[in-house]
């Protein structure tokens, strides 16, 4: 059937169709994938790097991916498989990183200096030594924190526990505390500061401080951007508004902390991992 089309549409279409043609094409030079950790799972993180994706891509002529992890063993995984091209990574993760899968650091994140890894009991416990852990249930972090998981296994090589408590967040491993699940629990000094006077009337006393100061989080490339590709993404990093790099949270001049002791603590704590669903667990 012939079918026939008013001469103002016809003529609308052939326009729409020329304006279309004489537009060029954004042809995309491959993708970047940004591995993040988002421990509350919320979209918020999706506005937080909407405007830094969006700045990327423009000026690497990129099609950006935001890729969130809910913890830090999807984040590992994530690692492993070099699916992330930029991390935005935790001092634990980032050990890993760089020791494992070649990932290298670009830029320092926000964060707390001279952050520690501490061992919380009950004010009333009788413990005062670490090694009196020696037979006790203790709460740990997740595989990939720095202060939940790989200092305090660390100091904790040559001891025997009864079981260990892998608490999803800080405040889950201080509630085991409080409601007598662990005997002790292991987190940051900050993280102690911001839970525990919410979990009262229970009072924390620390029970043992590694001397060692946490490395700042860093900003990761994965080696599969190609060489001059990173130099270039470095340079669109290092140039972005203030505001930007402040809202993603990293510094665009600032230093790359050492990782040597990092990665060393994390090797350690690597050789013992088998053992660590076992009962009773043997730290060595």
């Given at each position: ?16 169709l020329?304006?279309a ?14 591995g993040v950790i988002?421990y ?11 405007k ?15 890729e ?5 063993n ?9 699916a ?5 990574a935790?001092?634990?993760?980032a050990?890993i990183?760089?020791?494992r899968?070649?990932y ?9 200096n001279?952050?520690?890894?501490i ?17 006790q249930?203790?709460?740990l ?12 296994l ?14 999803p967040?800080?405040k889950?491993?201080?509630e ?5 699940k662990a005997?002790?629990?292991a987190v940051s000094?900050?993280?102690?500061s911001?839970y525990?006077?919410?979990?009262a009337?229970?009072?924390f006393?620390?029970l ?10 860093v ?12 130099e ?14 402040q809202?993603?949270?990293y510094?665009?001049?600032?230093q790359?902390?050492d ?7 994390v090797?350690r704590?690597?050789s ?13």
């Amino acid at each position: 059937m012939f079918l026939r089309f008013p001469r103002r549409l016809f003529l609308f279409n052939l326009l729409g169709l020329t304006f279309a043609a004489c537009q060029p094409r954004k042809e995309f030079e491959g993708a970047l994938t940004i591995g993040v950790i988002n421990y509350g799972g919320g979209e918020q993180i999706i506005n937080q790097y909407a405007k830094f994706n969006n700045y990327l891509g423009e000026k690497t002529n990129a099609y950006i991916q935001l890729e969130p992890a809910f913890n830090e063993n999807r984040a590992v995984e994530r690692l492993e498989a070099r699916a992330w091209s930029l991390v935005f990574a935790p001092p634990g993760l980032a050990a890993i990183a760089i020791a494992r899968y070649q990932y290298i650091p670009l830029f320092p994140l926000i964060g707390i200096n001279n952050l520690r890894s501490i061992f919380v009991v009950r004010k009333e416990s009788p413990i005062t030594d670490l090694k009196q852990l020696q037979g006790q249930i203790v709460a740990l972090g997740q595989l990939g924190s720095a202060t939940g998981y790989y200092f305090p296994l660390y100091n904790l090589y040559g001891t025997t526990l009864a079981d260990i408590l892998f608490a999803p967040t800080p405040k889950a491993a201080l509630e085991s505390v409080a409601q007598g699940k662990a005997i002790a629990c292991a987190v940051s000094e900050a993280e102690l500061s911001l839970y525990g006077s919410q979990l009262a009337p229970t009072e924390f006393r620390v029970l043992f401080k590694d001397p060692h100061y946490v490395p700042l989080g860093v900003v990761l490339i994965g080696p599969n951007v190609e060489r001059n590709r990173q130099e270039f993404i470095r340079k669109v990093m290092s140039d972005s508004p203030s505001g930007l790099a402040q809202e993603v949270g990293y510094v665009p001049n600032g230093q790359v902390p050492d990782y040597k002791y990092m990665i060393s603590v994390v090797d350690r704590v690597s050789s013992i991992s088998s053992k660590l669903q076992t009962k009773p667990v043997r730290l060595f």
